[in-house]
């Protein structure tokens, strides 16, 4: 195990609804992180969160909401998703220096396969 | 404009073979690199990272790269392939951003 639990493992929803994807991490670490894994697709990162502020929106559409209410959580609300929108969305969490050298690891979860239909 | 260049979509390997799962980048300066590796089923997990000094690091489960400046490269090797290695992996630059990006990765494939 990474530390790093993503809830839930799979997810199947319609365009119409509301649903939260849900990651908490148990290292102590003070960034979080939301990527988007799409087949055959680089991944891509979409919010990331430092000492539970917000600091980096990656052009993210805002059918995708995240919260942050400490540096322990992190969940990505979804509502009116299209079918584009299907792909397995990863959670991770890094302790950050401070001095933005970008060398610190990152600690994934598994993912949550999300399914819009 | 992309940062990381992985050639290949696919790499298969028999069991015991060595294998390079090659990696190209287009950072500027003196770039800090990382591979990440990601098994079915599961988030992706680090395996080692080149900041400064040898050029040649070594990382988990017998996996080291090779920092190569002049050729721009950091392939990923390993002398014995196993039929666990099979997964994707990932080359990652640190751009300057506050967080890695990664390219589409690399699928090895290691037969019996």
């Known amino acids: 195990e990474t530390g790093v639990t993503q809830t839930p493992r799979h997810l199947v929803m319609g365009m119409t609804n509301k649903k939260s994807l849900k990651c908490e991490q148990h290292l102590g670490h003070n960034a979080m992180y939301w990527y988007k894994q799409s087949a055959k697709k680089p991944l891509e990162l979409m919010f990331v969160?430092?000492?539970?502020?917000?600091?980096e929106n990656n052009s993210v559409p805002s059918r995708f909401s995240p919260e942050c209410p400490n540096s322990s959580h992190l969940f990505l609300h979804l509502h009116t998703l299209q079918p584009e929108d299907s792909a397995l969305y990863l959670c991770?969490?890094?302790?950050?220096?401070?001095?933005?050298?970008?060398?610190?690891?990152?600690?994934f979860g598994s993912g949550t396969q999300l399914s819009v239909l | 404009a992309q940062s990381v260049a992985q050639p290949e979509d696919q790499v298969n390997v028999a069991e015991g073979n060595p294998l390079t799962v090659k990696c190209t980048y287009s950072?500027?300066?003196?770039?800090?690199l990382f591979w990440y590796v990601q098994y079915p089923n599961r988030g992706l997990q680090f395996l080692l990272k080149y900041i400064t000094g040898d050029n040649l690091v070594k990382g988990s489960y017998g996996f080291e790269a090779e920092f190569n400046k002049s050729q721009t490269s950091f392939h990923l090797k390993k002398p014995s392939a196993l039929v666990s290695d099979s997964a994707l992996y990932f080359c990652?630059?640190?751009?300057?951003?506050?967080?890695?990006?990664f390219g589409s990765g690399t699928r090895l494939q290691v037969q019996p």
């Open positions: 969160y430092n000492f539970k502020e917000q600091t």
């Open positions: 990652a630059p640190f751009t300057g951003r506050r967080a890695l990006t």
């Open positions: 950072v500027s300066g003196n770039p800090y």
């Open positions: 991770a969490s890094s302790q950050e220096s401070g001095e933005g050298e970008g060398n610190e690891k990152l600690f």
